[in-house]
């Protein structure tokens, strides 16, 4: 097992070290072509993703509905048990580069939300159907290019949307409660099958409702652990800048790490947690009542903002409570959830169960987010008549997820990450002067509202 372990490890080091050059890269160049404006209009953009309604324009769900669609897949295990691999393999160092890749995916991610919805069409179900694979081929006409990301989007959506949440919940529960994984698996199960049967109305209404309750709860327990840890702060913030520039010695049962891995680890992560370069949350944009896709794509891209603050709540509890290095009852060092919990337990008395109620809420609600780009992947590959079967799939492997170790769970999920990523982003490069336009008509068309 440890050798194939190594032999994966390798492999998806391989596929990532390019990666991380393309998709910063256009992180970059879109920044540019954009003028920075995920910077300049980053108030605006939070003021309409918590303010505007755009109920009679066209669309399946509210762009409320639909940011918090995109947020139910992008804030999860992720944000909690994410950020403590990424710190487990690559040091505190990485929180800073996940920072980094946030603030320039910003721009990514809102190109693709405005070419997601321009691109945009009406399935045979009367529903909205967009995202890259449409993009792709209506915008290039490069068909096998639209249908390589779907498929990966498919794979995707089994191993980071599925897997990874499934194992990570059971993974935490079984730590705090003794619960059998199996156990849990199947009550997962359950209860995603029954949303699925209701579509993205039912998906939108019930993360609607989960991701702002559950992402309040969870940082109002970071802002405990810190207060009651408040004379480490700034010792946390120091080795996080610190290290990433220099690496991270050995702690505990902390290996250490090189500059190398801190980087790989914080944009791994970072691209995880936001899926800025994805492409996938374009696709519960593209369902998004707007009348202008920059309007829809701003609120999107207020996504990955929000992401990234629930990343650094815990990146931050795990740094002022020293639990890097550390054992657990199992006599394995911290990891994953594992690792969060016993930071939020190390700062005040069961602190731990808010981590586990914010893992199970976080996971299930990606679990259901990332169904709904795996559906559309699936109809524009074989049609709507191929989402009943993909569903029935989903659902099973959300039960099988608890039963595979968690480092291949994590390595399968990184890896179909960088296949999805690849040709979305050489969309995006091609259609960048696309998104430019969208972008000064509706800055043109919109001067005297923001003005107002």
Request: hydrophobic share 55%; proline share 2%; charged share 10%.
């Amino acid at each position: 097992m440890e050798a194939f372990l190594d032999s994966l490890l390798r492999l998806n080091l391989w596929i990532w070290r390019p990666l991380f050059v393309v998709l910063i890269g256009t992180g970059l160049f879109l920044t540019y072509r954009l003028k920075g404006l995920q910077f300049r209009y980053l108030l605006y953009s939070l003021k309409l993703a918590f303010t505007r309604h755009d109920d009679d324009s066209e669309g399946d769900i509210s762009h409320f509905q639909a940011l918090m669609t995109a947020l139910a897949a992008t804030i999860g295990i992720g944000n909690i048990a994410g950020v403590a691999t990424a710190i487990a393999m690559g040091g505190l160092g990485s929180i800073l580069w996940l920072w980094v890749t946030a603030l320039i995916g910003m721009a990514t991610k809102y190109s693709e939300a405005v070419l997601a919805i321009r691109y945009r069409i009406v399935d045979d179900r009367g529903e909205m159907a967009g995202g890259p694979m449409y993009y792709i081929e209506r915008g290039l006409g490069w068909k096998r290019m639209a249908a390589a990301f779907a498929f990966f989007a498919t794979i995707a959506t089994l191993c980071t949307g599925n897997l990874v949440q499934s194992n990570s919940i059971a993974s935490a529960v079984t730590a705090s409660f003794g619960v059998e994984a199996w156990i849990t698996g199947a009550v997962l199960a359950f209860f995603t099958g029954l949303v699925l049967l209701g579509g993205i109305r039912s998906i939108g209404g019930v993360t609607s409702f989960l991701v702002p309750f559950m992402a309040v709860a969870y940082i109002l327990g970071s802002l405990l652990v810190l207060a009651f840890r408040y004379e480490y702060i700034p010792e946390a913030i120091a080795t996080i800048i610190r290290s990433a520039f220099t690496g991270q010695a050995a702690v505990g049962g902390f290996a250490g790490s090189t500059i190398m891995l801190a980087v790989q680890m914080g944009v791994a992560r970072g691209i995880f947690s936001n899926e800025s370069g994805l492409g996938s949350a374009s696709i519960a944009a593209a369902a998004a009542k707007t009348d202008y896709p920059s309007r829809q794509a701003l609120i999107s891209m207020t996504g990955s903002f929000l992401s990234t603050v629930v990343c650094t709540f815990t990146g931050l509890a795990i740094a002022v409570t020293h639990v890097l290095g550390q054992t657990g009852p199992d006599g394995k060092v911290l990891n994953g959830a594992p690792m969060t919990i016993f930071a939020f337990a190390a700062a005040f008395p069961y602190g731990g169960y808010i981590v586990v109620f914010g893992s199970i809420l976080f996971g299930y609600s990606t679990i259901v987010g990332w169904a709904y780009y795996g559906e559309k992947s699936v109809e524009y590959l074989a049609g709507t008549r191929a989402i009943p079967l993909y569903r029935i799939l989903f659902t099973l492997v959300v039960f099988v997820g608890v039963l595979i170790p968690i480092d291949i769970v994590w390595i399968l999920a990184d890896m179909s990450n960088a296949f999805m990523a690849f040709p979305n982003l050489i969309g995006l490069l091609a259609l960048s002067s696309i998104v430019v336009r969208e972008t000064d008509v509706f800055f043109q068309k919109t001067a005297s509202e923001r003005l107002s």
